[in-house]
């Protein structure tokens, strides 16, 4: 996972939440925009062939096993990274990007089925983002609203509880190593008001993206 001196400032966003993810997304982006900023404001899995195929996996129109799958994800983040009009170009031109979900997704997510080292050996091109910022919502909050849906039955709902505890510890265990190979990764808390959570990211910008 390499880092390039290159005058964009890749910023990723993550959480167990994705609700409260794409609400901070767009929040960030439209702060950045009043700012003066160039940027832009993208997600995985994306809108590409790969992420495409995906999605279509994911809402259960196609069928894939875990470790395929987990192939696709990292297919997807280097067509993501070196297209035409993607993140590296645009942060090559001066822009920032923003990118909702980034392999550190894929160390928490696709880790419940595939060996973790060969999920960062299938990821160790990838551009190590500039800053991560890990949105840190309880498992419990996630859940009541699973449960208010009425969507789930009891046995669903417990296997959704057992999901996101692993993939909680599975954040925890991969924010520690890559922190530990220099990675800037702040964890804020999830469990405020949504202006709390976004007070605390504008924060983070103004001490490390826009000075």
Not at 25 to 52: A, C, I, N
Not at 96 to 114: E, G, T
Not at 147 to 173: C, F, G, M, P
Request: glycine share 6%; net charge neutral; proline share 3%.
């Amino acid at each position: 996972m390499s880092k390039s001196p290159i005058p964009g400032k890749f910023i990723v966003l993550e959480s167990i939440d994705g609700q409260a993810l794409e609400e901070q997304g767009k929040r960030l982006y439209g702060w950045l925009r009043e700012q003066k900023v160039m940027v832009h404001l993208t997600r995985e899995p994306t809108d590409g062939p790969f992420g495409s195929q995906i999605r279509f996996i994911l809402a259960g129109r196609l069928k894939m096993d875990k470790v395929t799958l987990a192939s696709f994800f990292a297919t997807d983040r280097m067509d993501h990274l070196n297209k035409e009009g993607g993140i590296l170009k645009r942060l090559e031109s001066g822009e920032h990007v923003i990118c909702l979900r980034y392999y550190l997704s894929s160390l928490a997510y696709q880790a419940i089925h595939a060996d973790l080292e060969w999920l960062r050996a299938i990821n160790a091109q990838c551009r190590r983002p500039d800053l991560t910022v890990f949105i840190d919502t309880p498992t419990s909050a996630r859940l009541e609203r699973f449960a208010e849906s009425e969507l789930y039955s009891d046995d669903e709902l417990e296997q959704k509880r057992i999901k996101l505890n692993k993939v909680s510890e599975n954040y925890q265990t991969a924010i520690e190593a890559l922190r530990q190979e220099g990675e800037k990764i702040v964890i804020i808390a999830g469990n405020r008001p949504t202006r709390a959570i976004e007070d605390a990211i504008i924060k983070l910008m103004e001490q490390d993206i826009v000075r």
